[in-house]
């Protein structure tokens, strides 16, 4: 059954008072991304604004770095008790299992998502620019079967992605979803895209919903339309 929990929204912002202006915009949403935008500007401070508000944090940093220093900063993290955080599959084997160690070793709930491919590249710029010949579907399910098999608990996927991925990693592995839109706003940056409603029946545990709602004229309105989208 859907819950409103399911949709993050990204705090985009550059500043305090931005962050705060949007959260108390929006106080219904209890799950939201920091970024590095947000993150760049105030650091764990932003962590205490969430969390005085009692919401989930998703810290999508994308660490991508050699394997002790991923460890250190995924320990750092859980640390402040964030829900999920995220470090690039292409960081490699090594990195991955450090990351899963130190995150198993730490007294927190925190989970590790493993980004397969960003949602902003296509199948031409994968082959073209990063010189990966495989087919973009093949390789995000590669990236996130790897991050299964090393401990990782969940990814970070493409809803074009996501059924597949569910078929094969299984129920409990957490399936995040970004480029996700509903049909009355623009694709902006991100190439491979899908409704909301259609992205959760693939198989996606969370979407992350950002400037259709934050760009909005009226974002509680957004919300609200696309929480209706969804269960009707």
């Given at each position: 059954?859907?819950?409103?929990?399911?949709?993050?929204?990204?705090?985009?912002?550059?500043?305090?008072?931005?962050?705060?202006?949007?959260?108390?915009?929006?106080?219904?949403?209890?799950?939201?991304?920091?970024?590095?935008?947000?993150?760049?500007?105030?650091?764990?401070?932003?962590?205490?604004?969430?969390?005085?508000?009692?919401?989930?944090?998703?810290?999508?940093?994308?660490?991508?770095?050699?394997?002790?220093?991923?460890?250190?900063?995924?320990?750092?993290?859980?640390?402040?008790?964030?829900?999920?955080?995220?470090?690039?599959?292409?960081?490699?084997?090594?990195?991955?299992?450090?990351?899963?160690?130190?995150?198993?070793?730490?007294?927190?709930?925190?989970?590790?998502?493993?980004?397969?491919?960003?949602?902003?590249?296509?199948?031409?710029?994968?082959?073209?620019?990063?010189?990966?010949?495989?087919?973009?579907?093949?390789?995000?399910?590669?990236?996130?079967?790897?991050?299964?098999?090393?401990?990782?608990?969940?990814?970070?996927?493409?809803?074009?992605?996501?059924?597949?991925l569910r078929q094969v990693c299984g129920e409990k592995f957490i399936l995040v979803c970004p480029g996700v839109r509903p049909s009355w706003s623009q694709a902006k940056d991100q190439q491979r895209i899908m409704q909301p409603k259609q992205a959760l029946k693939a198989g996606a545990d969370y979407l992350?919903?950002?400037?259709?709602?934050?760009?909005?004229?009226?974002?509680?309105?957004?919300?609200?339309?696309?929480?209706?989208?969804?269960?009707?």
């Amino acid at each position: 059954m859907f819950s409103t929990n399911q949709i993050i929204v990204p705090l985009d912002v550059s500043d305090k008072k931005s962050a705060i202006a949007l959260l108390d915009k929006l106080p219904q949403v209890n799950f939201w991304k920091v970024g590095l935008e947000i993150f760049v500007a105030l650091g764990p401070e932003i962590f205490s604004l969430l969390k005085d508000r009692q919401k989930k944090i998703f810290l999508d940093l994308k660490f991508h770095d050699i394997p002790n220093t991923i460890a250190g900063a995924c320990n750092s993290a859980s640390n402040y008790g964030v829900d999920l955080i995220t470090i690039h599959a292409a960081a490699g084997q090594k990195a991955m299992e450090a990351a899963a160690k130190a995150i198993a070793n730490s007294s927190s709930n925190t989970k590790i998502l493993a980004v397969t491919l960003l949602t902003s590249l296509s199948s031409k710029e994968l082959k073209l620019d990063l010189k990966i010949s495989i087919e973009l579907e093949k390789y995000a399910l590669h990236m996130a079967s790897l991050a299964k098999e090393l401990g990782i608990h969940g990814a970070v996927c493409s809803p074009h992605e996501v059924y597949q991925l569910r078929q094969v990693c299984g129920e409990k592995f957490i399936l995040v979803c970004p480029g996700v839109r509903p049909s009355w706003s623009q694709a902006k940056d991100q190439q491979r895209i899908m409704q909301p409603k259609q992205a959760l029946k693939a198989g996606a545990d969370y979407l992350v919903i950002g400037r259709p709602i934050t760009m909005a004229n009226n974002p509680t309105e957004a919300w609200s339309r696309i929480i209706n989208d969804i269960k009707n």
